[in-house]
Nanobody
Framework: QVHLIESGGGLVQAGASLRLSCAAS????????MGWFRQAPGKEREFVAA????????SYADSVKGRFTISRDNAKNAVYLQMNSLNSEDTAVYYC???????????????????WGQGTQVTVSS
């Protein structure tokens, strides 16, 4: 069992930056693909970013490319999402997810992830 806890969300103004963290416990996530998803009110959960086990491969949604950066620190059993140039459309609950099955390839499909955190709220005021 993998427990994921997100933190770092908050209320910020448009143009600001936030760094989300996802701390894992119960198992090491060093061999897992990790992803970030988000869900805005009234919308389906959508892919944001994913990273391979060693950080060598990353994938981003078009809407965040160039603004968000996913990274990981396997020694700390953690994953991060640096979010810059935030806008109101980034307002959502952000979820961290772990994919334990093969292949170890970043994927944008939420059904391919096995463990999820409870989420952290990000609100961007315009």
């Amino acid at each position: 069992q993998v427990h994921l806890i997100e933190s770092g969300g908050g209320l910020v103004q448009a143009g600001a930056s936030l760094r989300l963290s996802c701390a894992a416990s119960g198992r090491t996530i060093s061999t897992y693909v990790m992803g970030w998803f988000r869900q805005a009110p009234g919308k389906e959960r959508e892919f944001v970013a994913a990273i391979s086990w060693n950080g060598g491969r990353t994938s981003y949604a078009d809407s965040v490319k160039g603004r968000f950066t996913i990274s990981r620190d396997n020694a700390k059993n953690a994953v991060y999402l640096q979010m810059n140039s935030l806008n109101s459309e980034d307002t959502a609950v952000y979820y961290c997810a772990a994919r334990i099955r093969s292949p170890n390839t970043p994927t944008m499909n939420n059904w391919e992830y096995d463990y999820w955190g409870q989420g952290t709220q990000v609100t961007v005021s315009s």
